[in-house]
């Protein structure tokens, strides 16, 4: 069963605890992505990876931070330096950063900070 | 300032009825243009994508076209069905060389009644 997964589904955590959601993929994508989604806003970038042990920041990465150890796996890090944590995070992938390779999303994290 | 708009945010159809939903871009330089689809609490799904050459693009009851001069696209829904009420994206690319971002529309949220 080929795909992206994410865990969990729903997180609950306390103002000033860092967090870290997961993303996994065995789709053999060399790229891969951490997008934000936001009530009434479309996606927006914050890391992303186009090769194990690379990557970069995208247009709010404050407050976040990613590792690319393994080419199945970008998790992803909301520290406690992120001001508005709660929202819905989205992993994506694709072949390449390039061109017009399709990007398969995963199926989401919803996080609550209180 | 790259943006892509979409309207209208929500739309209400009865079921087995059409619809179309619009996306203007000020996205420059263009690449490609995709049409997801987005169930509630889920990743979106790739409908279509589409270059610069391309008008018109079918995947099943969805019907994307694109008009490159006047940097709008439309996604027409045929004889809907209850399964089609989701939150539909229209996503722009840059090229690769100035970026190759996504940016990505704040969505047309459908429901189909029976």
């Known amino acids: 069963d080929g795909g992206i997964t994410q865990s969990p589904k729903y997180l609950f955590r306390k103002e000033g605890q860092n967090v870290t959601l997961s993303c996994e993929q065995n789709l053999n994508h060399d790229a891969m992505y951490w997008y934000r989604q936001d009530p009434g806003q479309g996606l927006r970038l914050i890391y992303y990876?186009?090769?194990?042990?690379?990557?970069q920041k995208g247009d709010i990465a404050e407050g976040y931070s990613v590792s690319r150890e393994k080419k199945e796996s970008f998790p992803l890090t909301v520290t406690s330096a992120q001001k508005n944590p709660t929202a819905f995070y989205l992993c994506?992938?694709?072949?390449?950063?390039?061109?017009?390779?399709?990007?398969?999303f995963g199926p989401g994290t919803r996080l609550t900070v209180t | 300032k790259n943006q892509v708009e979409q309207s209208p945010q929500s739309l209400i159809i009865l079921e087995g009825k059409n619809c179309t939903l619009q996306?203007?871009?000020?996205?420059?330089?263009?690449?490609?243009l995709r049409w997801y689809k987005q169930d509630t609490g889920r990743g979106p799904v790739s409908l279509t994508i589409m270059t610069f050459s391309e008008n018109t693009k079918s995947n099943g009851r969805y019907t994307a076209t694109l008009d490159a001069d006047t940097k709008q696209s439309s996604l027409h829904i045929t004889a809907s069905q209850l399964s089609d009420s989701a939150s539909y994206i229209c996503?722009?690319?840059?090229?690769?060389?100035?970026?190759?971002?996504?940016?990505f529309g704040q969505g047309t949220e459908l429901s189909v009644k029976p």
């Open positions: 990876s186009q090769i194990v042990n690379d990557f």
């Open positions: 996306c203007n871009y000020t996205v420059s330089p263009f690449s490609n």
């Open positions: 994506a992938s694709s072949n390449s950063a390039t061109g017009v390779y399709e990007q398969y």
């Open positions: 996503v722009v690319r840059t090229l690769y060389n100035q970026g190759g971002k996504l940016i």
